[in-house]
């Protein structure tokens, strides 16, 4: 952890971003798991590589959020991806540059990157 200074910034900016998308349930959920064992994984570069690339790339129906200890914590940084309709897909092991693959693969092609998902591990 860099500072906490730092860490309440990607925070506002997370919730600002939250907060200018619709809420109505139809918007894809980015989840990055940022307690404790994410963190010390690198959980951070994860979620602002993925806040990033989704505001670049203009992506207005994703939302990106936190959430605590999935429970998983061998397999951090973890995020998961919650597309109304669809079965939720978990990445595990993630790291700044799959963020990249998994925003244009899985968000904007819509196929599923499952080299980096739970069931590739559990195998």
Same mark, same amino acid.
């Given at each position: %952890?860099?500072?906490? !200074?730092e860490? @309440?910034a990607i925070? !506002?900016k %997370?919730q600002n971003? *939250? +907060? ?8 894809t ?11 010390a ?6 979620l602002?590589?993925?806040?990033? *690339?989704?505001q @670049? @790339?203009? *992506?207005? +129906?994703v ?5 605590g200890?999935?429970?998983l914590?061998?397999? !951090?940084?973890?995020?998961?991806i919650?597309?109304p309709g669809?079965d939720?897909?978990t990445?595990?092991k993630? +790291?700044?540059?799959k963020?990249?693959?998994v925003v !244009?693969?899985h968000?904007v092609?819509g196929?599923?990157?499952?080299e980096?998902?739970? +069931?590739s591990?559990?195998?």
């Amino acid at each position: %952890m860099k500072s906490l !200074e730092e860490l @309440k910034a990607i925070r !506002e900016k %997370m919730q600002n971003e *939250l +907060n200018s998308r619709a809420e109505d349930g139809a918007a894809t959920r980015v989840v990055v798991g940022m307690a404790t064992c994410g963190i010390a994984a690198g959980a951070r570069p994860v979620l602002t590589a993925f806040a990033d *690339l989704i505001q @670049k @790339k203009g *992506l207005t +129906n994703v939302v990106v959020t936190q959430t605590g200890c999935v429970g998983l914590c061998q397999y !951090e940084p973890i995020v998961e991806i919650i597309e109304p309709g669809k079965d939720k897909v978990t990445y595990v092991k993630m +790291n700044a540059e799959k963020a990249v693959e998994v925003v !244009e693969q899985h968000l904007v092609r819509g196929q599923v990157k499952s080299e980096y998902t739970i +069931n590739s591990e559990i195998k």
